[in-house]
């Protein structure tokens, strides 16, 4: 099938590759003329893992580049709109970039296409794209409008979107529903021979994949509302341990093993159980916000949500306090920070908890030297020369009086205990994402801070717990 994606930002560019890796012709809109230059060109804009080997196999094949929007419609049978979302002041979505796509689009339909959402927006946006496109001439019955929500990670997106847990289509025709089952049969067919899965060249399995993948067909507004509410329960996930870890603080107890006494029951789950500096990136605070807007506009105040963003800013508070604690004063001290993108695995800063912090050290006179395998770059777009980029963990490390783990890269977990204390000028490590364990660290002679669980220091230590390697304090 013949589709469009309109925008190529995390959502677009993913859905576009993947979409040419089930054997569709993609092509791929975007107004921003040196964007367009540099996918040509064979440049991956962000850090996502196989995307760079999904672009360059299908680049100038089956996934084409273009600025115009009416003829890539026309050729089209399905058009995703995948256009940005950002928040306005009052945390609604601003739709203004969907509906100046729904606009240009509906003077390029002449046969039946079906318009879907692969933004996230709030529900009723569907019935908006169809208003905006029947006010503008189209035949009703030459277009559909359909929503289909995107559950994917930064970090791990590609993987995500073709092992996908489920795939939900909101359609309100049968006939939209059929066009998209048809584009997703790849991923969902139970006939070898048409599997995506049983391909040699296919991206390699992840743990726990769910195959073939459950499409799940709904209404338009459910579909819309999956999507804001997955995320706002995910984000609720995050502040609940977080808050229950600052209990555990408080009265002794280990974050830890309460993760793994609840996280093991089957109705909860382990995952999104992470205590840490508070959740961060291009979606979860947005669409919390986005959502708690559509309810409190639909009749309900959703204080749940208040509560939820209300302790992931506290979080972030705390951690300052720790580090505070731990250093008394701020001002002239060199810290060595590990980790500056919103999480592992990807160099999205958006909304990233490790840059408000280096920020708020920085106002308190701190010196910072920082690094980050993939986010430095786009750090240094925001924050310029005010900070010192380092080209290892070991340089950001070397002569400061504490350490910050910021960031749950898996090579921060994987460090050479010797070599790093060897580096720092005093042996303080202030783990916001609990990558090692506490015994060990004040074995090796760290002073050690970490969410959720005490303080650990190395006088009293037994030198026989001291064990030698890299590596060798990791994971709890």
């Given at each position: ?211 073939p993948a459950p499409l799940f067909v709904t209404t338009t507004k459910s579909a819309e509302l999956i ?85 992931n800013e506290e979080q972030r508070q705390r951690f300052l306090r720790k580090v505070r604690s731990a ?62 980029y380092a080209n290892s963990a070991y340089e950001a490390a070397q002569g400061a009086d504490a350490l ?73």
């Amino acid at each position: 099938m013949r589709i469009a994606v309109v925008g190529s930002g995390y959502v677009g560019l993913v859905a576009g590759a993947c979409f040419a890796d089930l054997g569709h012709d993609v092509i791929l809109v975007d107004n921003d003329q040196h964007k367009l230059v540099a996918l040509r060109n064979g440049q991956v804009p962000i850090h996502e893992n196989f995307l760079p080997e999904l672009l360059n196999r299908h680049r100038g094949r089956r996934l084409q580049f273009s600025d115009d929007l009416q003829e890539a419609v026309r050729q089209s049978a399905a058009i995703f709109v995948a256009v940005g979302t950002p928040p306005t002041e009052s945390g609604e979505a601003d739709l203004s970039y969907v509906e100046s796509v729904a606009r240009e689009i509906s003077g390029a339909i002449e046969s039946y296409k079906v318009i879907v959402e692969k933004s996230t927006v709030p529900v009723y946006t569907s019935d908006w794209v169809r208003k905006i496109i029947l006010r503008n001439g189209t035949n009703p019955e030459l277009f559909d409008v359909a929503s289909n929500p995107e559950f994917l990670r930064e970090g791990t997106a590609v993987t995500d979107f073709l092992f996908p847990d489920r795939i939900v289509v909101g359609c309100d025709s049968e006939r939209s529903a059929d066009v998209l089952r048809e584009i997703y049969a790849p991923l969902t067919c139970t006939n070898k021979e048409d599997s995506y899965y049983q391909r040699a060249d296919s991206i390699p399995q992840p743990d726990r994949a769910t195959i073939p993948a459950p499409l799940f067909v709904t209404t338009t507004k459910s579909a819309e509302l999956i999507k804001h509410a997955s995320n706002a329960f995910l984000a609720m996930k995050i502040s609940f341990i977080n808050a229950v870890a600052s209990v555990c603080e408080s009265v002794g107890a280990n974050v830890n093993q309460v993760v793994q006494g609840i996280g093991t029951d089957s109705r909860i789950g382990p995952r999104f159980l992470n205590p840490g500096i508070g959740y961060g990136g291009s979606c979860f605070p947005k669409d919390v916000m986005a959502f708690r807007a559509v309810a409190r506009e639909s009749g309900y105040e959703f204080r749940l949500l208040d509560e939820v963003m209300r302790i992931n800013e506290e979080q972030r508070q705390r951690f300052l306090r720790k580090v505070r604690s731990a250093l008394w004063t701020l001002r002239g001290k060199h810290l060595g920070v590990l980790g500056l993108a919103f999480k592992g695995g990807t160099d999205d800063i958006r909304e990233s908890p490790a840059v408000f912090l280096v920020q708020a050290l920085l106002q308190e006179g701190g010196k910072i030297t920082a690094y980050d395998p993939a986010a430095m770059e786009r750090t240094q777009e925001i924050l310029g020369s005010g900070i010192r980029y380092a080209n290892s963990a070991y340089e950001a490390a070397q002569g400061a009086d504490a350490l910050l783990i910021l960031t749950e890269w898996e090579e921060f977990a994987n460090l050479d205990l010797s070599r790093l204390r060897s580096e720092l000028r005093y042996p303080i490590v202030i783990d916001g994402r609990n990558l090692y364990d506490p015994e060990v660290m004040a074995a090796h002679g760290f002073t050690y801070y970490s969410v959720g669980r005490a303080a650990c220091h190395p006088d009293g230590v037994p030198a026989a717990t001291l064990k030698n390697g890299p590596g060798n304090g990791t994971k709890k």
